[in-house]
């Protein structure tokens, strides 16, 4: 009767994941590698800055971003991404970084290559981080994200050791964030809560379905007309609040009971991923 009790108990805890502690009280600004400077690339980019500010006023030290991206503003990108027509022959990264910086006073960097090894399988210059968030438009990119993450979790690293990978990805009218940990986190003993290490990536998790979708048309659009046949119009922006949103719960309230949602815009019904 006892054993019955404990296995009922157990069931009827909820799953979470306690925030990695090195993140709560960090002694210097935490590292981000936000991969992609488009659709959402460039709102989450904002959403940053927020939440970068906010950390700080509650006497947190706050977020260093590095972003990565290698296209070039054109015209199709104004209206649905954050740019100007005086950007137009920029680096994303470059014009969303000094944008960032001239507005909040950091001092963020731009990377005008995509986050990928190189032809002898070395990995980026500055790849390393605690947080990364991808915000790319294939799955193949998906995939070398994964890898590189794998291979940098697999070092001995004292500082800026590889935590969390937050990835965006959407079709039309619906998107997904999903939260992964790069490893396991060491978690707090709970006598309240089930605690869950391990978060698996998105390209483990999922991955069949990720190739799945490979076989749609993923070529660029040469007009905003033609992106949204593609993309509805407030889909990025959408998928950017609510993601970060779980970001800053990580920070805020050192634990998430979810690792995630599915969003449809066109019915508005978003459905969380429970750990």
Request: proline fraction near 3%; charged fraction near 20%; aromatic fraction near 8%.
């Given at each position: 009767?006892?054993?019955e ?28 590698n ?13 959403a ?8 700080i ?20 990108n ?7 027509e005086?950007e137009?022959g920029?680096y ?18 731009a990377?005008?290559?995509k ?28 995939f ?22 937050l990835?965006?990805?959407n ?30 990536f998105?390209?483990d998790?999922?991955?069949?379905i ?8 993923d ?26 949103s ?10 998430t009971?979810n ?6 815009l066109?019915s508005?019904h978003?459905q969380?991923?429970?750990?």
């Open positions: 009767m006892e054993n009790r404990t296995t009922l108990g157990e069931q009827s805890r909820t799953k979470v994941h306690f925030t990695d502690s090195d993140l709560i009280n960090p002694t210097n600004p935490i590292l981000v936000l991969i992609g400077a488009g659709g959402t690339g460039s709102k989450v980019l904002t940053l800055m927020e939440t970068n500010h906010s950390l006023e509650l006497g947190h030290t706050g977020l260093q971003i590095r972003l990565w991206d290698d296209d070039i503003v054109t015209n199709a104004l209206g649905r991404q954050r740019f100007a005086c137009i920029l994303k990264s470059v014009a969303l970084i000094n944008r960032a910086n001239r507005f909040s006073g950091t001092n963020w960097k990377e005008t290559v986050f990928e090894k190189d032809c002898l399988g070395k990995l980026p210059e500055n790849a390393g981080a605690s947080i990364y968030i991808s915000c790319v438009d294939s799955v193949k990119a998906r070398e994200i994964a890898d590189i993450l794998k291979m940098l979790n697999n070092r001995k690293a004292y500082s800026n050791r590889p935590r969390y990978w990835d965006f990805g079709s039309q009218h619906t998107g997904q964030v999903l939260l992964s940990t790069i490893g396991n986190i060491q978690q707090s003993n709970s006598e309240k809560f089930e605690t869950v290490a391990n978060l698996p998105v390209t998790e999922f991955g069949e990720l190739k799945q979708s490979e076989e749609q048309d070529t660029p659009s040469c007009s905003l007309a033609e992106a949204l046949e593609k993309q509805d119009l407030f889909i990025n922006s959408s998928l950017a609040q609510m993601g970060c779980l970001l800053w719960n990580l920070f805020r309230n050192g634990m009971k690792r995630g949602f599915f969003l449809n066109k508005f978003s969380p991923i429970k750990l």
